[in-house]
């Protein structure tokens, strides 16, 4: 993939930089992507330390990091990667993080409704080729148990035209179902 | 020349008054927007967070199909639908081994040289030239333009000239009257996707948008992201709750103030669709002099 990886031992690190083409080296820990992280207060791991972890590889290092809950809370905003003089872009890094987390069952407990909430989000997509707001929160309910969450915003959407009970769809909904098997066919990964 | 559109789905459901104010500004101004045919899902969030072949694969689809469509040029008002067409389009066009994979998951061909126009582009583009005889009102208010995170970052897809300040929506809040003001928030994050299974901390992040905005004296705030507008308004009473205060800036979708400021009624933009009322901004505005 890139030219400028020599080791291709099978370690996340290795996995991380062949999937995503960021040299995690280039990284010399100056904390900028910390300190404008909007969910740094949050975080059990901080943005650059999750760099440094990988770049270290100490024991233990993959478990630690697979199983944060800051893999799951970065928003992808970028701007870390907007303010990083070395230009790590670590949104796609985390992108990486969350998919691995999940191919090793190690999701964070804290972060098992916002993985619901995007399983819910794609299951809509999936059968509808479009986001059917109703059937996502519907889903997500049901698959968090959260069932009184935001009750009270329903008649109040409704009244305004914001909800529609029935989905939008594409023509041939079997279409996008096909292209979400050929992926997952082509990772042989189990949804 | 002809002009694509791509709704999205939030403008086809929450946000619909986004959708109506955005035809509504173009149909006065006499310019016609061609929907994508049978146009599907970006995948937003969710798809990049889980699987990175299908956040190519949702958007390029609809990339092809206005390909078919032989459109040139597509605007895509949603900053999340931007944002993810506009990776597609950058990754697809700068990494061939990725293209080709991602036309067999689709089965459909791809060039990738769509022209993407989000929502001030295309005001700037199109309407900008023809507007000023159009324009009947002046909004009269001080009004915080917010721009998110998707229009300025990352940088090789950025809408913006500036990504820490960006301008472009201030300028079409000048155009309609308003005096846009200078403040800290522009381009800090709402939550975005964390809305429901996280709302804490979205109240917590839109809350510090929302006292910055009121602090500096907005009286509206303006976007162009159906994410953040649901963000600031809908999610009003935990911001309030959050801030321990009341703080009752309405949220106007840009083509909602623009829209304003041509005369067009506010039930017709969708003003009567947000949860902050916003009767404020209706009452500051002015007619012109002739």
Same mark, same amino acid.
Request: proline residues 4%.
């Given at each position: ?191 | ?219 509206? $705030?303006? /976007? ?7 963000? %600031?308004? #809908?999610?009003? =009473?935990?911001? @309030?709750?959050? &801030?321990?205060?009341?703080?009752? $800036?309405? /949220? ?7 829209? %304003?400021? #041509?005369?067009? =009624?506010?039930? @017709?933009?969708? &003003? ?19």
């Amino acid at each position: 993939m890139h030219e400028s990886i020599h080791h291709h031992a099978d370690t996340l690190k290795s996995h991380v930089e062949d999937a995503t083409g960021v040299i995690l080296s280039h990284c010399y820990q100056c904390g900028k992507c910390t300190a404008g992280c909007p969910l740094n207060e949050e975080m059990d791991l901080m943005p650059n330390q999750i760099l440094r972890i990988l770049q270290a590889e100490m024991p233990g290092y993959e478990d630690k990091i697979l199983s944060s809950l800051s893999i799951w809370l970065c928003l992808a905003c970028d701007t870390c990667y907007s303010r990083c003089p070395q230009e790590v872009l670590l949104s796609k890094v985390m992108d990486y993080l969350r998919q691995e987390s999940i191919r090793q069952n190690k999701v964070n407990p804290k972060a098992k409704d916002i993985l619901k909430f995007h399983r819910a989000f794609l299951n809509s997509v999936k059968m509808n080729g479009k986001l059917h707001e109703v059937g996502l929160t519907i889903d997500y309910k049901l698959r968090s148990l959260n069932l009184m969450q935001d009750v009270m915003l329903a008649p109040s959407m409704a009244a305004k035209g914001k909800l529609s009970i029935f989905p939008h769809q594409v023509q041939n909904t079997k279409e996008i179902a096909k292209i979400f098997k050929k992926i997952t066919d082509s990772e042989g990964e189990k949804q | 020349m002809r002009i694509g559109y791509y709704p999205g789905c939030s403008l086809e459901g929450s946000s619909k008054e986004y959708n109506d104010s955005l035809f509504a500004v173009a149909e006065k101004c006499g310019i016609t927007l061609e929907v994508i045919k049978d146009w599907s899902c970006c995948g937003a969030s969710a798809a990049h967070n889980l699987n990175h072949n299908l956040a190519l694969a949702l958007p390029a689809r609809t990339l092809a199909l206005a390909e078919k469509q032989g459109l040139e040029e597509i605007v895509v008002p949603c900053a999340a639908c931007y944002s993810r067409i506009a990776s597609t389009k950058h990754e697809i066009t700068n990494n061939i081994a990725a293209k080709t994979k991602i036309e067999g998951f689709i089965e459909l061909k791809l060039s990738a040289n769509v022209k993407i126009l989000t929502v001030f582009g295309f005001l700037q583009k199109y309407i900008f030239p023809v507007v000023d005889g159009h324009i009947v009102n002046k909004l009269n208010q001080k009004a915080a333009c917010y721009y998110g995170c998707l229009y300025s970052r990352p940088k090789e897809i950025a809408a913006v000239e500036q990504i820490e300040n960006p301008m472009e929506m201030d300028e079409v809040l000048a155009k309609a009257g308003a005096t846009p003001i200078d403040w800290a928030f522009k381009t800090e994050c709402c939550g975005a996707g964390l809305s429901v299974s996280r709302t804490d901390i979205v109240a917590k992040l839109s809350g510090e948008i929302i006292e910055d905005a009121a602090d500096r004296g907005a009286e509206s $705030i303006v /976007v162009a992201c159906p994410m953040c507008h649901m963000n %600031l308004d #809908m999610r009003r =009473p935990e911001i @309030k709750k959050t &801030l321990k205060k009341d703080i009752n $800036i309405p /949220v106007l979708f840009i083509t909602q103030a623009l829209g %304003l400021s #041509m005369g067009i =009624p506010a039930n @017709k933009l969708g &003003l009567n669709k947000h949860y902050v009322p916003t009767d404020k901004v209706v009452n500051c505005m002015v007619k012109m002099e002739a």
